[in-house]
């Protein structure tokens, strides 16, 4: 009976030590320690043996007993550590690896565009300026030469913020000539200005109108500013905006706030002036209007028509984007469509 029992506890143990995962431990477990495991069984045969030998086998058994069930203990903490080892180990974070970006956002092309704009002004010495969205009618439009009831408010379709039946009251600016106003009013010359902005129109909505869009507005002050300062700095920006290569040309053209005023176009870059969807078949782009400051309008503001000359000039910044890239609908631009925004990052 004694060696039965070290033989069984030999052969149990030398199991144990191959035992690694829990599932098997639970089956030696059952298979020795169980209700009817091998060494339960040998316990109970215990009763049949001469009373004479059973204090020294009973003792044996149970230090059989308490040997295994301290092995099995030892071997569970050993596994449960082991696993808590591969765990951490399948865990681990590579940190060598790239990481994974998350989705990143991006300027819209008009505030790029009016970027672009702004700085290749600021490279020629002008200086940003914002002024009001909801502006006043002496502002938007009596101060810029354009009286109560005169025709030439037609050209622009307004809302006003409040309507008594009389011009007077305030209004969306329709474009951003105001602020020439409102900063001659607080500065003295020499003034190199530029206002970027958004402008709001009563339109009705198409390919080629918006009720709001962005313009840009140049203003400069001096004495002897001519027609050739103005020239020079709307071809200098063309070419950094269009390119070296382009050409402008000037023609007259009518804002009330301007005399002479004209109106700018480059050659087509995409025909190079030979015709094409784009001009129209003309070989020439409209890109802005422009003109020398009119006398009443510098007199308005205090300074002395005789001794200060300047230019001023006012552009559509969806309308450079279309052209610059080729955009066919205005509306695309605040369609908040990503497929189309992502293209200009
Ligand atoms: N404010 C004009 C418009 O919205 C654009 C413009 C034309 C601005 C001539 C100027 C200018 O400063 O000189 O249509």
């Given at each position: 009976m004694i060696d039965q029992l070290q033989a069984l506890r030999d052969h149990a143990l030398e199991e144990l030590a191959r035992i690694d995962d829990l599932a098997d431990l639970e089956a030696w477990r059952i298979r020795?320690?169980?209700?009817?495991g091998e060494l339960t069984l040998a316990l109970r045969g215990l009763g049949s043996l001469d009373p004479s030998e059973r204090p020294v086998v009973g003792r044996i058994a149970n230090e059989v007993k308490e040997l295994l069930e301290s092995e099995l203990t030892a071997r569970r903490d050993r596994i449960a550590a082991m696993l808590r080892a591969q765990e951490i180990a399948r865990q681990a974070v590579d940190v060598t690896l790239p990481g994974r970006s998350g989705p990143v956002g991006q300027r819209h092309l008009i505030t790029q565009m009016l970027d672009e704009v702004t700085a290749a002004f600021q490279r020629l010495g002008f200086q940003i300026v914002e002024g009001p969205e909801v502006e006043w009618d002496r502002y938007n439009f009596e101060a810029l030469?354009?009286?109560?009831?005169?025709?030439?408010?037609?050209?622009w379709d307004t809302f006003y913020v409040e309507w008594s039946g009389r011009p007077g009251g305030m209004l969306l600016r329709t474009h951003t000539s105001p602020d020439q106003i409102r900063v001659m009013e607080k500065t003295r010359p020499p003034v190199r200005i530029i206002v970027p902005g958004k402008v709001y129109r009563y339109e009705a909505v198409d390919a080629t109108h918006e009720s709001m869009f962005h313009q840009v507005e140049g203003l400069a002050v001096d004495e002897q500013l001519t027609m050739a300062d103005l020239k020079g700095t709307l071809v200098a920006f063309a070419h950094q905006i269009f390119g070296r290569e382009r050409r402008a040309r000037f023609r007259c053209d009518y804002f009330p706030f301007v005399e002479p005023g004209a109106e700018m176009a480059i050659d087509c870059h995409v025909c190079r002036g030979a015709g094409c969807r784009l001009c129209k078949g003309s070989g020439w782009i409209e890109i802005l209007g422009a003109g020398m400051v009119h006398p009443r309008v510098l007199a308005g503001v205090g300074y002395d028509p005789n001794v200060y000359s300047g230019f001023a000039f006012g552009m559509g910044v969806e309308r450079i984007a279309m052209l610059k890239y080729g955009i066919d609908d205005i509306r695309l631009f605040f369609g908040n469509d990503l497929r189309f925004l992502r293209q200009f990052r």
């Open positions: 020795y320690l169980g209700k009817r030469n354009i009286p109560p009831d005169h025709p030439a408010r037609d050209m």
